[in-house]
């Protein structure tokens, strides 16, 4: 038997293959980059509006079990919107430009929630700060707190006089939340 003519299988692949692999993936990445964006948009908002309504609820439930008066003061700035619960009054405490809150005049922030620019999630409120009172377990003002995307979707948190969170979305445009 000829060793020289014997022909033996094709090992690896060919650089057309791997042309035609990388022209599909890109075709593929490029048609599931939108939705992936607005995937990702869609868990920012939710996760920001999940946490700002158990941040109340638990300011509420704080305020009852220290037995004193706190506050739920909500900023919003070009670099970031935040959250503040505190003692004292509305002007005491503010968000800083990164860390902890800024009190004064012996107030004391017990929790403080930035959301950075970059999470692409605004938080807008028809109220500065709203004031939990233990003794009559309400709270003043009540307000509508909202948290919106870039693209128009939000959620609205519907605080009442007893400090209780109703959530909704104006159309029902983010799933899951009843039409405000």
Not at 83 to 111: D, E, M, N, R
Not at 160 to 171: E, Q
Request: aromatic content about 2%.
């Amino acid at each position: 038997m000829d060793t020289k003519h014997t022909r033996t299988g094709q090992r690896g692949i060919t650089l057309l293959e791997i042309c035609i692999v990388m022209v599909v993936a890109a075709i593929v990445a490029a048609t599931a980059a939108p939705s992936l964006a607005a995937f990702i948009e869609a868990r920012r908002l939710e996760g920001a509006a999940t946490r700002l309504a158990a941040d109340i609820q638990e300011v509420r439930s704080e305020s009852l079990a220290r037995n004193r008066s706190l506050r739920l003061s909500l900023h919003s700035s070009v670099t970031a919107s935040c959250w503040v619960v505190h003692t004292g009054s509305a002007a005491q405490c503010s968000c800083a430009s990164a860390g902890p809150a800024l009190c004064t005049g012996g107030a004391v922030a017990i929790k403080t929630v930035r959301i950075p620019v970059d999470d692409r999630v605004s938080l807008l409120a028809n109220v500065g700060s709203i004031l939990f009172d233990p003794l009559h377990g309400t709270i003043t003002p009540t307000g509508t707190l909202r948290l919106v995307a870039p693209n128009g979707r939000s959620i609205h948190h519907v605080v009442n006089v007893m400090g209780r969170v109703r959530s909704c979305s104006p159309a029902a445009a983010v799933p899951g939340y009843r039409a405000c």
